[in-house]
């Protein structure tokens, strides 16, 4: 394959120009160097090197301006703003640069299309004049302020234009406008030959110039179009070549210099549809783990989205052992951003207190994480375990060590909403990152490190030399604006190995294999996205780019990629739903619909191979060690809420009782559902523990709700630490509280009322018995904390609380042997039965004896007492009372399930249906 590069250079040495006096102007620097290296190969003898220019650079030569940057651009015009503008009317900087990037927008194509920036301008502000016309005819303040914007637009032009050309500099729109006034002095100065390769769409600044070199003789341009697209009159690749050699008056006498007919010639295209980006990037993996060097040393891999960089380079194959990426890498996307984003927020909303969360996410992100820890991870303990939902920095940098706090303290320390202290502070940040990366070699990191140094230099020299940056918003929405146009250049061989690049670093440039991802619309072509105040119709009347002429640039590359590549493969995301998601791109269709006749189309939709995978239910064999933490935990006694666990799944027991492994502690941001029964539970303790063995008055009742508002505060700040409990979900909580126990308390009142005599016997007492169980040779008990144990008319009570919600047929049963398989049904009869059990082991329990729940969500319910049904839909005659009987037989199912867990012959066996239970 000839690239069109090679193609031109052919041409100029077989007509025997002498290359070393042409001067070369190529779409892009890229582009250049490949132009240098082909002249190397086809030179048969040396030569001194041309010169070569990217149009930007020409149109610098030619104008004798330097470019700047968007973000000098903004500064310098905010100083034109305000020397434009009465001092009442001007709006402050953080507002202005919300409006300003896209006016400077305007202004750049207003310059690069040489419109009369006036007559554009009034014709401009008269439609917005129009609009509002309409809408009102006696004209507000609001409305005259917003018309006199659009009225000054000249004058802020006129000034910006002139600030920049008196310091010889100038926008890239202002360049071109200088470089199309400057072109006859410059061919008046440079003789000798210009030769333009590769270009299509041009602005009008770049057309004046091009027709003025080409009518005085001083250049050649050849236009890389196929005759096929130039005779397809409907067809986008053709729009801009096929109206400069219908309309520039030089071709009405001048032939096309070099006539390209190789889009017709065979072609293997194949369009694949997979879904998701990172499909894509994988799939792309695949691809070039089939080809070999020579292969691989003649494809491109052209990016449609960019962010496809990473997911990509982690995909390629290990056989790619050389590779030019020509796109850089984004800075945003480096690991180290998101630390100094984060770091922003934490100061954007400044508070006395730093809030948890956000803390953690500094301490412990993945771009200090190594440097921290392992104290990073031990404050995050301590944040947790004393559930401290807000943080002075004081006690933060407490938390690490002398060498560690300067760091921390450069994070944390009050910025003051001041742009310098911020800047000063992210560099100390910096260095301190510095001294520590070197230390664990992390070269990359350092890369990345360096590249944040630059920035906030630059953003430092920004500072001093245009002073609008006054608060720390300001600065945050700068360093994002330069970061977002700062990339991370990769080192390689240029034109050695695989090339990966962007749709437009392929200008100009051929190659015999090429891939395209994101082949979808919106992307290839980007659709009518536009950051612009100029309105569709006013672009049409100046002929300034509409979306209809960027999808022409786009359709443009994208078939000037096909035309001398042998092998093409189109790859586009099939996901209709979610972020990156779209359809396939118009270009596909066309392809198909327009088929030539030596074209090998192939069309193919891939998915990962995803197997079925059977869930294997987990099975734990008991080792000796396993039985002997089991002994250890029948010597210390199995609790009601170990035995229920081990019924709803043996390998939670296994889980959390033999190998201990929690939850990890979190901060309780919102009381969560344990600590609500925490606080009631502590609270009634508080209430009834004086009274033990007393017999309740209402007297004593009307205390108690006299105390519930003050009780209950005091409760949640010993169990819920100082977290603020007056506003959003946790006041609710509060009050949730407060009317679960004011219920109850009315409860007791209304049983007091009715005659019921109460007399507490024990509240919130621990409990430990002893079992007898035959075959079991060492020592069994049981243990737990009975809530309460009331004598009511005579009657025993053994009372659970829950704050749950609680039905009365979840504590009654028909069937023993259920009670120690079925948690769903029985789990909470099993708890309140081994509760009794326990009593009546340590203290015989006066007949008659009556267990059962106080459900505090279901208070109408009362007291639901446990019973004993004869079958599962008896309605009468159920059995209320706890008689021997009733414990015999519950014993033995509970001497069987205390067998199984202590039988090493039975392993602990998942069970396939889980579920979570909220009562306590």
Not at 322 to 341: D, Q, V, Y
Not at 484 to 503: A, C, E, I
Not at 878 to 896: A, G
């Amino acid at each position: 394959m000839r690239s069109f590069i090679n193609r031109v250079l052919q041409r100029l040495l077989s007509s025997e120009e002498n290359i070393s006096e042409i001067t070369f102007v190529l779409p892009s620097k890229r582009a250049g160097a490949f132009l240098i290296n082909e002249l190397s190969r086809l030179g048969r003898k040396s030569i001194f090197a041309p010169k070569i220019y990217s149009i930007e650079e020409f149109t610098e030569e030619i104008s004798g301006l330097k470019t700047v940057d968007n973000t000098i651009s903004i500064f310098e015009f905010f100083e034109v703003y305000q020397n434009c503008t009465p001092k009442e009317e001007q709006e402050d900087f953080d507002t202005f640069i919300n409006w300003a990037q896209t006016l400077i927008h305007d202004f750049n194509e207003v310059d690069r299309y040489l419109i009369d920036h006036r007559a554009f301008f009034n014709y401009l502000s008269e439609i917005q004049d129009q609009k509002h016309w309409f809408l009102q005819e006696e004209k507000t303040d609001l409305i005259k302020n917003y018309l006199k914007f659009w009225h000054k637009l000249p004058e802020f032009y006129e000034k910006l234009s002139d600030k920049f050309l008196s310091k010889k500099q100038g926008y890239q729109g202002l360049i071109y406008r200088k470089a199309s006034e400057e072109i006859r002095e410059y061919i008046n100065k440079n003789c000798q030959k210009h030769v333009f390769i590769g270009f299509n769409a041009l602005n009008a600044a770049e057309e004046k110039i091009f027709q003025y070199l080409l009518e005085n003789s001083t250049a050649e341009v050849f236009w890389d179009i196929d005759e096929i697209f130039l005779k397809d009159r409907e067809n986008g690749a053709s729009l801009f070549i096929r109206e400069y050699l219908e309309k520039w008056p030089y071709y009405q006498s001048h032939p096309l210099p070099l006539k390209t007919e190789e889009y017709g010639e065979k072609k293997n295209i194949e369009i694949t549809g997979v879904p998701k980006n990172i499909g894509q990037a994988k799939y792309l993996g695949e691809i070039l783990a089939n080809m070999d060097q020579v292969q691989l040393q003649r494809t491109a891999v052209v990016l449609g989205e960019e962010d496809l960089l990473l997911p990509v380079l982690n995909s390629l194959p290990p056989n790619v052992a050389a590779l030019n990426i020509t796109m850089g890498f984004p800075l945003k996307n480096a690991p180290i951003t998101s630390f100094f984003e984060k770091l922003f927020h934490i100061h954007l909303n400044k508070e006395k207190e730093y809030y948890y969360k956000d803390v953690i996410s500094i301490i412990n992100h993945p771009g200090i994480a190594p440097i921290l820890n392992p104290h990073a991870a031990k404050a995050t303990l301590k944040i947790n375990k004393e559930n401290i939902v807000y943080l002075k920095p004081e006690k933060l940098i407490s938390f690490f060590p002398e060498d560690l706090q300067k760091l921390i303290s450069n994070c944390f320390t009050d910025w003051e909403d001041s742009p310098k202290q911020a800047l000063q502070h992210s560099q100390d940040i910096i260095s301190e990152i510095k001294k520590q990366l070197k230390s664990i070699q992390n070269n990359l990191g350092l890369e990345f490190l360096y590249q944040f140094h630059v920035l906030f230099n630059k953003l430092e020299n920004l500072n001093e030399a245009y002073p609008h940056i006054k608060t720390i918003k300001s600065l945050h929405g700068f360093f994002r604006e330069i970061m977002s146009t700062q990339s991370l250049d990769f080192q390689g061989r240029p034109f050695n190995g695989l090339q990966l690049m962007g749709m437009l670093e392929s200008r100009a440039l051929d190659f015999e294999n090429v891939i395209i991802t994101s082949v979808n619309e919106g992307v290839l072509p980007s659709g009518k996205s536009s950051n612009s105040f100029i309105p569709y119709d006013l672009k049409k009347v100046y002929k300034l780019p509409t979306y209809r002429e960027k999808d022409a640039v786009y359709t443009y590359h994208f078939y000037r990629l096909l035309q001398r590549a042998k092998k093409v493969t189109l790859l586009y995301n099939t996901e209709s739903s979610g972020l990156n998601a779209g359809e396939k791109s118009r270009f596909l269709t066309q392809l198909e619909i327009e088929k030539q006749p030596k074209h090998q189309i192939i069309k193919k939709s891939i998915s990962p191979k995803v197997s079925a995978n059977p869930k294997q239910l987990q099975e734990i064999q008991k080792t000796p060690q396993i039985m002997e933490k089991i002994r250890s935990l029948a010597v210390s006694g199995f609790s009601p809420s170990a035995l229920t666990t081990y019924i709803r799944n043996p390998l939670d027991f296994y889980h959390q009782y033999v190998l201990g492994i929690r939850e990890q502690e979190e901060v309780e941001e919102t009381v969560a559902y344990n600590t609500l029964g925490t606080v009631v539970h502590d609270t009634l303790q508080n209430f009834y523990e004086p009274y033990e063995n007393q017999v309740i008055s209402e007297e004593i009742i009307e205390t108690f709700i006299k105390r519930v508002d003050s009780e209950i505060k005091l409760q949640f700040e010993k169990s819920y630490t100082r977290a603020p409990m007056n506003r959003g979900q946790n006041l609710l909580i509060f009050e949730v509280a407060k009317r679960y126990l004011l219920n109850f308390l009315k409860y007791e009142q209304k049983r007091l009322k009715r005659g019921d005599e109460i007399q507490i016997l024990r509240i919130e007492n621990n409990l430990k018995a002893p079992l007898n169980i035959s075959g079991l040779n060492f020592p069994i008990f049981i243990r737990g904390k009975v809530d309460r144990v009331e004598k009511t008319n005579g009657i025993t009570r053994i009372i659970d609380y829950k704050t749950g919600k609680v039905e009365q047929n979840k504590i009654e049963i028909s069937d023993w042997e259920a009670i120690s398989t079925d948690y769903d049904k029985y789990g909470k009869s099993f708890q309140v039965l081994t509760y009794a059990t326990m009593l009546n082991a340590t203290t015989k329990l006066e007949h008659p004896v009556e267990v059962g729940i106080i459900s505090f969500k279901n208070m109408k319910g009362g007291f639901l007492k446990f019973c004993k049904k004869d079958t599962p839909n008896q309605r009468s005659a159920k059995k209320y009372e706890i008689n021997d009987q009733i414990l015999e037989s519950f014993k033995i199912e509970l001497n069987k399930l205390i067998v199984e867990i202590c039988n090493p012959e039975v392993p602990f066996t998942e069970k396939e249906i889980k579920k979570s239970y909220g009562s306590f």
